[in-house]
T-cell receptor, first 115, second 112 residues
Framework: NAGVTQTPKFQVLKTGQSMTLQCAQD?????MSWYRQDPGMGLRLIHY???????DQGEVPNGYNVSRSTTEDFPLRLLSAAPSQTSVYFC??????????????FGNGTRLTVT | GQQVMQIPQYQHVQEGEDFTTYCNSS?????IQWYKQRPGGHPVFLIQ?????EVKKQKRLTFQFGEAKKNSSLHITATQTTDVGTYFC????????????FGTGTQLKVEL
């Protein structure tokens, strides 16, 4: 049982480049989300999805796009990378879109550096 | 949006000493969750508290939810080196769903 799988683990981009961070879960979870983690700032929600075909913005969505064409996959796209997007990115999923008794399961993270 | 303050930011203890981290909200919470992140790792769910005044224990860890459901604490008795990591509280973002706002975390270091 793989859980939540994120790829790549590490990535270095130049300013202006685009890329997609992959996230897949094999637990049939309805809810999926993306967080970024920066020193001293905890985890901040970028985008989330309550089911296939449905996405919405979190606290810090600017510069990122998402789509949810299947239950399993929730890729995060950086359209034009900026140094401010240097961070560790975590994908997280849960059984339902309700916070009760539905803890988040996190992937191992992608460490992104934008130069 | 929903904000939660977590203190202290850092805690450095000798092995065997106790440790406590606190989360405080200005608004009443429906529930609060706690996560642990080991150095270089990802957050892992520890527990969820729902009821006013609730106390839950997991071995040496004791979690409390305040009577007014505006604050919570995590207490570790007799810390061990395996307790090293950052502890986060997380609360639902207003508007429903499983969107969580995370506290800034308390980084625990344990010295032998």
């Amino acid at each position: 049982n793989a859980g939540v799988t994120q790829t790549p683990k590490f990535q270095v981009l130049k300013t202006g480049q685009s890329m997609t961070l992959q996230c897949a879960q094999d637990m049939n979870h309805e809810y999926m989300s993306w967080y970024r983690q920066d020193p001293g700032m905890g985890l901040r929600l970028i985008h989330y999805s309550v089911g296939a075909g449905i996405t919405d913005q979190g606290e810090v969505p600017n510069g990122y796009n998402v789509s949810r064409s299947t239950t399993e996959d929730f890729p995060l796209r950086l359209l034009s990378a900026a140094p401010s997007q240097t961070s560790v990115y975590f994908c997280a999923s849960s059984y339902s879109g309700d916070s009760y008794n539905s803890p988040l399961h996190f992937g191992n993270g992608t460490r992104l550096t934008v130069t | 949006g929903q904000q939660v303050m977590q203190i202290p930011q850092y805690q450095h203890v000798q092995e065997g000493e106790d440790f406590t981290t606190y989360c405080n909200s200005s608004t009443t919470l429906s529930n609060i969750q706690w996560y642990k992140q080991r150095p270089g790792g990802h957050p892992v769910f520890l527990i969820q508290l729902v009821k006013s005044g609730e106390v839950k224990k997991q071995k040496r860890l004791t979690f409390q939810f305040g009577e007014a459901k505006k604050n919570s604490s995590l207490h570790i008795t007799a810390t061990q080196t395996t307790d090293v990591g950052t502890y986060f509280c997380a609360v639902p973002i207003t508007g429903g769903g499983n969107k969580l706002t995370f506290g800034t975390g308390t980084q625990l270091k344990v010295e032998l």
